[in-house]
């Protein structure tokens, strides 16, 4: 694999293709992560599935992009992969949003054609310098 700075320059770069924010303050970004995606190297070789942690990392990613500040996991709260994800399935995530000061709970489901592929809550922590 390329290393997470690829993988997370790939996901601002290339993968993200929408967002949008509802009424209610729900944040839904639409992520498409094709064949040469780096985290598909090696996992699988011959059947490329989107590691799980990618998948949360593009959760986080999707937070940091709609809140304007960087985010660091600090906790995977609760976390259920039920689908496979692979290069080219349009992937939905929709994320709520919790902040208190510094800190940010993300409520989190991720959707692809095959229906529900994960869901879960994470916590961050906005980064400072």
């Known amino acids: ?6 993988i997370e320059q790939s996901l601002i770069d290339e993968c993200l293709q929408t967002v949008t924010e509802d009424d209610s303050g ?3 970004g639409v992520f498409t992560f094709a064949p040469d995606f780096p985290a598909f190297e090696g996992h699988f070789p011959g059947k490329p599935v989107l590691p799980a942690v990618v998948q949360l990392a593009a959760v986080r990613f999707l937070a940091a992009s709609y809140l304007g500040k960087p985010l660091l996991l600090v906790t995977v709260n609760r976390a259920k992969f039920k689908t496979m994800i692979g290069p080219e399935e349009p992937v939905t995530i929709t994320i709520q949003l919790d902040q208190s000061t510094n800190d940010v709970t993300i409520s989190f489901t991720i959707e692809t054609i095959k229906g529900r592929a994960a869901a879960g809550e994470i916590s961050c922590r906005v980064a400072t310098d």
């Open 26 to 28: 729900v944040v839904t």
């Open 1 to 6: 694999m390329s290393g997470a700075g690829s």
